[in-house]
Every structure is written in structure tokens, then in C-alpha cells.
């Protein structure tokens, strides 16, 4: 009996922390919403201020300022604005009289060849406020086990719905000719603090530290991500992705073709030995006889697609008993545990994988899988994510 109580403790336990990353999601969001709508104001009045600026010099401009465009006055007449001797273009600006060498309305820049477009005639020059141009939707639904780099688990599925235009399929027209892309996101749970840190201590370098720009922790000045990420299909609009290391949720801010003529270095890669050849060992997996059994009795979802079963029943991304064994797999081989929890050497984890917990048990270097199943709490954080 108390035993159960621990287990729905646990499982409540698990449920305020998931809230509490779900409103620190939301917050930072609505954080990026309001510096938007800060900016578009400080923009509209820059402009009305340059606009109030311009027509102020063209009213109160000297006879003497204005000799070259405007006809000679009498002092106690009105003054006549500059600007009126200046034709009005939509693509020049209007000269005033106060600059001290007026110039002729500008000309199209043809220097860079008869294709070539002329210069921006916008002088508002502050960049825009970036914005996500869709949410990412992933096989792992909390950092708890997610890989910390691309790549680790091959079928670590995820898509991607492009929602920042109205013709969705226009944008990405042409990308299925490319086989792999980039992917810029948002580390939207992170925790908040004060400051980020100079220095950070990888995971695979055992509690030694290096300077954060060394590293691709994502506790960083500008909480943003890039993962090299496999395509697999594009369809209205909808990208469909593997190898992936975000978790569900996560808002995407651009995505770029993987061009190897362009993206691999023209010389020799080098890296640290702490990457090549880290301190930390990786972790053997086993699989208990109730796992194995558990995994291959899952509802997959190329299975209920024929069978026509609902969704939530079924597995997202995974599509088939053997992939799953190996995404289990390579996930504790890469051991998802911090440094911390593996200094308590014999140590249970769980972590949440497609539509599955997965527990684990770790005995040395053996991390044994002992349960593979759709716990409660796993089932109310699908019910918000579906």
C-alpha cells in the first residue's frame, strides 16, 4: 500500500513539474509577443518622429538655406516650405533645405548589373523582432532522456507545420530535394536565471568546466539552438524530420537546407578529446523479459493507421517494435543522466519516450530496461499535447 502511495506521488510529482515547464513555455512566449509589439511601436514612431522632423525643417527653413530651390521672399512674408520645390517620389525621400548640401533626388543604383535591385530606401535600420514560424512536434515530450545532440537516436522522429504564412506549401516548395536540414530553434524550458553562467560543465567531461561558447549547453546569452536534422518527407506544408534532439513543444525560428559543398569545413575538423574520446563511459543496455514483452504487444502507428484505430492508442512516430527497442537503446547508451546522478552509481531513472515511460535500472555500466509501459501520467501529458 505504500508503495502505491509512493508511486502516485511520484506521478504527481512529475505532473506539477511538467505544469510548471508548460507556464515558464508559455511565459517566455508571451515575453517574445510583447517585445514584438514593443518594437512595431518604436517603429511607428521613429517614423512619425522622422516624419514630424522633416515637415518641422521644411517649415522654418531661412531664406538664405533655401535659395537653391525655393524663390526669393520677403522676410515678413510666409516662409514657403522647401520641400514643395522637390518632386514628391514614393521611392525618394524628400529633401529638406536644412541639409547642408541638398542633393537631386537619388536614382536607381544600376552598379550591380541590370538584374540587380536598387538599395532599401527604408532608414529605419533596428532589426526585427524574431518569431517562430512553427511548433515542433517530437517523439520526446520532456528533456528527461531527450539526446543532448542530434543524430544519437536515428529514429527519434519529429514534424514540423510551418504557421508564419498563409500558403504554407509555397514556403517550402523545393525542399524535398534536399536530404537533410538545419534546424534554428528556441530553448523555450530553459529555467530562468538571474545570469548565465561564463563557464559550463559538459556532461561527458565529468564535472570539469569550460567556457559556455566551448560547448552547446543551452544555457546560453541568446537561448537558441541548431540541429542537423534528417528529412524524410514534406507534405502540405508539414516537414517531417529524424534524428531529432528537441522536445515536443519546441518553437522553431528558422529552418535551412544542408548544403555539403557550403556546411563542411575546407579543411580538416578538429575537436577536443573530451569529445572524441570522453572520460564518462557509455552504459550497456539489457532488456528484462516483462520489457521485451511490453514492447512488442505496443500499439504502433503504422498498425493502427491500417487498422484504423484511434491515435491516442498508438504510438506517434515510432513505427514498429524494432524501432522502438533501438531508440531505447541508443538513448541509455548515451547515458541521459546528469554527472550528479551518476555519481550515485546504482541509480533508477524513467524517462518518457513516444507514447511509452521507460524505466531503467543501472547496476555499474548495465542499464537494464524493466518496464516499458503508458503510465498515468504519461497519458494526461499526451492528452495535451494530441
Not at 518604436?42 to 537653391?68: A, G, H, I
Not at 534532439?245 to 580538416?268: E, N, Q, R
Request: aromatic share 6%.
Amino acid at each position: 500500500m505504500a508503495g502505491t502511495s509512493g508511486l502516485e506521488l511520484l506521478a504527481k510529482t512529475r505532473l506539477l513539474k511538467e505544469d510548471l515547464q508548460k507556464i515558464r513555455g508559455e511565459a517566455l512566449n508571451f515575453s517574445f509577443e510583447i517585445e514584438q509589439t514593443v518594437s512595431n511601436i518604436r517603429n511607428v514612431l521613429q517614423t512619425v518622429t522622422n516624419t514630424c522632423r522633416t515637415d518641422l525643417s521644411c517649415s522654418t527653413v531661412s531664406k538664405e538655406e533655401s535659395t537653391q530651390q525655393c524663390h526669393e521672399i520677403e522676410s515678413k512674408q510666409p516662409i514657403t516650405p522647401v520641400c514643395q520645390a522637390v518632386p514628391k517620389n514614393s521611392n525618394n525621400s524628400q529633401i529638406s533645405a536644412a541639409d547642408p548640401d541638398p542633393v537631386s533626388p537619388a536614382v536607381p543604383n544600376t552598379s550591380l548589373g541590370p538584374d540587380s535591385a536598387s538599395p532599401a530606401t527604408n532608414t529605419n535600420s533596428s532589426p526585427s523582432p524574431l518569431k517562430s514560424i512553427g511548433t515542433f512536434r517530437s517523439c520526446f515530450l520532456t528533456k528527461n532522456g531527450t539526446p543532448r545532440q542530434p543524430n544519437i537516436c536515428t529514429y527519434a522522429r519529429g514534424s514540423l507545420t510551418i504557421d508564419c504564412f498563409d500558403n504554407r506549401a509555397h514556403s517550402v516548395e523545393g525542399l524535398a530535394s534536399f536530404s537533410h536540414l538545419w534546424l534554428v530553434f528556441l530553448f523555450h524550458e530553459n529555467r530562468q536565471r538571474s545570469a548565465v553562467k561564463t563557464k559550463i560543465a559538459p556532461p561527458r567531461l565529468s564535472g570539469e568546466r569550460v567556457g559556455v561558447f566551448a560547448t552547446r549547453s543551452p544555457h546560453r546569452p541568446n537561448p537558441v539552438g541548431l540541429s542537423l536534422v534528417k528529412l524524410e518527407a514534406v507534405r502540405d506544408g508539414t516537414i517531417f524530420v529524424s534524428g531529432v534532439d528537441l522536445i515536443d513543444g519546441t518553437p522553431i525560428l528558422d529552418i535551412k537546407p544542408y548544403i555539403p559543398a557550403y556546411d563542411t569545413p575546407s579543411s580538416p575538423a578538429l575537436t577536443p578529446e573530451w569529445i572524441t574520446a570522453p572520460p564518462t563511459p557509455t552504459l550497456q543496455v539489457a532488456f528484462s523479459d516483462t520489457a521485451l514483452q511490453q514492447i512488442s504487444t505496443l500499439a504502433y502507428s503504422t498498425d493502427c493507421q491500417k487498422a484504423g484505430r484511434k491515435r491516442k492508442h498508438c504510438t506517434r512516430f515510432i513505427r514498429n517494435e524494432g524501432e522502438m527497442k533501438e531508440s531505447i537503446a541508443d538513448i541509455i547508451n548515451a547515458d541521459p543522466r546528469s554527472f550528479y546522478r551518476r555519481k550515485q552509481a546504482d541509480t533508477t531513472f524513467v524517462f518518457p519516450l513516444d507514447c511509452v515511460d521507460v524505466r531503467v535500472e543501472v547496476r555499474g555500466n548495465i542499464g537494464t530496461v524493466v518496464d516499458v509501459s503508458q503510465t498515468e501520467f504519461l497519458k494526461k501529458l499526451m492528452d495535451g499535447r494530441r
